[in-house]
Structures are given as structure tokens and as C-alpha cells.
């Protein structure tokens, strides 16, 4: 007997990836689910071997503090082997069913991932591609994002197949529609639960394939993040104190939870390439996009580099002043002497980076 349930409401996302290890998240962001007693996260090494990790009771954990019902598990493989291809399986035991029929696992979600190659592949062999996105906006989607990541992975080859992926701000528009929420702390919870679900859904055929590193930008907040006094009228509840805070932590809930998002990270490919990730947005202020240890990271990852690098941030560089909303050159103590530690090291530098229409 087969379970031919829907699994559509279950999340399986593959996180960083380095030349030996995955972090994978699995769960659901729907509330209507029961967490398993038993799960498992199996990956399929190369040889055809396979290697599991349990999932428990004591393991699930709560994506927003103040939200019940949602839950996730984070499981990470090390020891792995650079370069290669790996499976992954995500299945629960069907407990109330034992007895009953003899399919006592249900597979919910599989994906797929290669770990970081020891160096930049040589001209000829396969190329180590970067896929980068940015403004999911799932309403005017319709799912086209996700069967075309699909259909590089199964149909466009490897030369074209993704090994990891930027996802640089705005995955979720959580202010779209704030005029008409409810000004109670728990329904705004669950509101912006409820759109964190249906957007990785949408975007489950990505998030599902190779490493993903994922950047806030404003809409994981609200318009202009972390400044209040727009003009637009939709977001005018946000002058309301008690709503402004219950908005924030559970975006940032979100934002750490869900999305993993790095405020700064750094790796390397070998000595081929380094690649430096950057939250410029959750933690501004009036004078700075970043904080101290933040923006120094950055800046000596920089001025130390030894190969040609790579900079994911959530905004562009090279803009003009906005006098509607703060943009990175909004802040000049920290914009100059960024610009001059990008130029102090003699190496190009590719900026990948969001919010560009």
C-alpha cells in the first residue's frame, strides 16, 4: 500500500555546503502538520552508500518564538567528500499506521547538493557555476522561478547546473498588504508565518538544489528597514509601538531561522577564489549600514585577499544618493572607506547583489 498523501506543506532546504560538509533544514512552515516522533535525513554518497541522520522529538525546533505549530530541524554532514554529488532524502515514520500497512516511512521531500570542489575547475571541465536571485514576489510568480531552476538542473547539463546559489533580499514581501492586517501581536505573527509558508513553497524547487545562502533585504522587513516614518500609507501602523515590535521580532524570527542568513561570512574555493556574504541591512542605523564587526569583516576580507573575490550583499555599490529611501551610499563614514578597501587589494571583484530595478 502506497501514501499517496500530499506532502506539498513539508520543506526540505540545503543550506551552506563547504568542500566536506552540508547544513540541511527540514520541516514545514505550514501550521496545520504534527511533528513526527521519528524522522530521518538520509544523503547518498557517490559509491552508492548512504548515511542517515535521526530526527526525535527533542529535535524539532520552533522557527518564531511566539508562534506555535511550525517546526524545522537542522541536521549537518561532515566528513564529506569535495567536489561530489550527493542525494538527500527526507522521510517520517508513519506512526499511526503500524500495524496497518507495511510502508511504515513516507518519503516528503528529496533533494540534491555538491560540496565545494578543491579548486576552480580547469578550462574544459565542468565550470563551477553561481546562480543569484533576489524580489521573490510569489504573487506575480506563479512558479515560473522554480520550474526554471528545475529545468537547468534536469534538463540544461552540468555546465549550466547551479553548484550554489545567492539569494541576496526580498525572498518574502512581508509588508505587501500591512494596511489590511490586524493590529493584534499574535495575528501579525501568524501572518507573516503564513507568508514565510507559501513563498518556500514557491521557491522549494530552488532552495531544494545545491548550497543556498540567503541575505535579508528590506521586504523581509518592511519598506526602508529599520526606519518607520514612510509616507506610504499602507505601512502607517507601523508608527504604533506595540505592532512595530511584535513585526520585527518575529522578521527576525524569520530571518534567522528560516533563511540562516549570515550577518558576514567568508570561504574560499582553494586559493582560487574567496567569497565574502553580508547582511548590510538588518542591523542599520542613522550613520551606519553596518555594524563594527560586520563592516570589518568585510573591509579585511578585502584588503587581505589573495585570489579574485566575490561580495554578495543585499543592495548595489555603485548608486546614486535616494532621497525616498537610504541606500548604501545613505551612509558615507562607512561607503568611502568601503569602496576603499575593495580597491586597496589589486584583485577583481565581482559584486553580486539585490534590490537592482
Request: aromatic letters at 10%; hydrophobic letters at 35%; proline letters at 5%.
Amino acid at each position: 500500500m502506497n501514501l499517496e498523501t500530499s506532502t506539498a506543506h513539508w520543506s526540505l532546504v540545503i543550506h551552506r555546503v563547504s568542500d566536506s560538509s552540508a547544513e540541511i533544514w527540514a520541516g514545514t512552515l505550514f501550521p496545520e502538520l504534527k511533528k513526527p516522533k521519528t524522522a530521518k535525513i538520509v544523503i547518498t554518497l557517490p559509491d552508492g552508500s548512504v548515511r542517515r541522520k535521526n530526527i526525535t522529538t527533542r529535535d524539532w525546533k520552533r522557527p518564531f518564538a511566539k508562534v506555535n505549530q511550525r517546526f524545522y530541524a537542522l541536521c549537518t554532514f561532515t566528513n564529506l567528500k569535495s567536489g561530489c554529488h550527493y542525494t538527500v532524502r527526507f522521510s517520517r515514520r508513519i506512526e499511526a499506521l503500524q500495524g496497518v500497512i507495511k510502508q511504515k516511512w513516507q518519503t516528503v521531500r528529496t533533494g540534491q547538493f555538491d560540496t565545494l570542489p578543491a579548486r576552480i575547475p580547469l578550462k574544459g571541465s565542468k565550470r563551477f557555476t553561481i546562480a543569484l536571485g533576489s524580489c521573490f514576489y510569489n504573487h506575480r510568480d506563479g512558479g515560473n522561478a522554480a520550474e526554471s531552476y528545475k529545468a537547468l538542473y534536469e534538463r540544461g547539463g552540468e555546465k549550466v547546473r547551479p553548484d550554489i546559489t545567492f539569494l541576496s533580499g526580498d525572498q518574502v514581501y512581508l509588508d505587501i498588504g500591512f494596511d489590511s492586517l490586524s493590529l493584534r501581536p499574535d495575528e501579525i505573527r501568524q501572518r507573516i508565518a503564513n507568508d514565510y509558508a507559501t513563498h518556500w513553497q514557491a521557491l522549494g524547487a530552488i532552495l531544494n538544489r545545491g548550497g543556498t545562502w540567503m541575505l535579508p533585504d528590506d521586504h523581509e522587513y518592511w519598506n526602508d528597514y529599520p526606519f518607520y516614518q514612510s509616507n506610504i500609507p499602507t505601512l502607517q501602523a507601523l508608527r504604533i509601538k506595540t505592532v512595530r515590535e511584535a513585526w520585527n521580532a518575529a522578521a527576525r524570527d524569520g530571518v534567522k531561522n528560516i533563511q540562516r542568513s549570515p550577518t558576514a561570512e567568508s570561504f574560499s574555493i582553494g586559493g582560487d577564489r574567496s567569497i565574502c556574504v553580508a547582511d548590510f541591512r538588518t542591523f542599520r542605523s542613522e550613520k551606519r549600514f553596518a555594524p563594527k564587526s560586520v563592516f570589518q569583516h568585510v573591509t579585511n576580507w578585502a584588503r587581505t585577499l589573495k585570489s579574485p573575490g566575490v561580495l554578495v550583499v543585499p543592495q548595489p555599490l555603485i548608486v546614486e544618493e535616494n532621497p525616498a529611501e537610504k541606500n548604501l551610499r545613505s551612509y558615507p563614514h562607512q561607503y568611502q572607506p568601503l569602496l576603499a578597501s575593495l580597491a586597496h587589494t589589486g584583485h577583481d571583484i565581482v559584486l553580486m547583489s539585490g534590490d537592482v530595478h
